[in-house]
């Protein structure tokens, strides 16, 4: 299993950008999927978790700013983030509890970053 993150870029303050996260391989089922963020000396925080039901959980720093959503037919998650300010500065990563086949367990995955720059 893979999950691959787009979408990361420069953006000046106050603007907007969306996050995309692909999981692709042997997958039966993916229960939670989430943003994880880390910057630079700073220890990896939730950004946002979604189950396969479409609860969401927030960190409270980007709760009415940040949404997050899944495509299940896609099993692609992703988070539109809008009011960045610089402190949202950080390589973005998925995350993913998935199951490979009906008879197993679910795993968890991480994906590679995305870089978010949030900078005039």
């Known amino acids: 299993v893979q999950l691959q993150a787009s979408g990361g870029g420069l953006v000046q303050p106050g603007g907007s950008l969306k996050l995309a996260c692909a999981a692709s391989?042997?997958?039966?089922?993916?229960?939670?999927m989430g943003w994880y963020r880390q910057a630079p000396g700073n220890q990896r925080e939730m950004v946002a978790l979604?189950?396969?039901?479409?609860?969401?959980n927030y960190a409270d720093s980007m709760k009415g700013r940040f949404t997050i959503s899944r495509d299940n037919a896609r099993n692609t998650m992703y988070l539109q983030m809008n009011s960045l300010k610089p402190e949202d500065t950080a390589v973005y990563l998925c995350?993913?509890?998935?199951?490979?086949?009906?008879?197993?367990?679910?795993?968890?995955?991480w994906g590679q970053g995305t870089l978010v720059t949030v900078s005039s």
């Open positions: 979604i189950s396969n039901t479409g609860s969401t």
């Open positions: 391989g042997n997958i039966y089922d993916i229960a939670y």
């Open positions: 995350n993913a509890y998935v199951k490979e086949d009906r008879f197993g367990g679910y795993r968890n995955y």
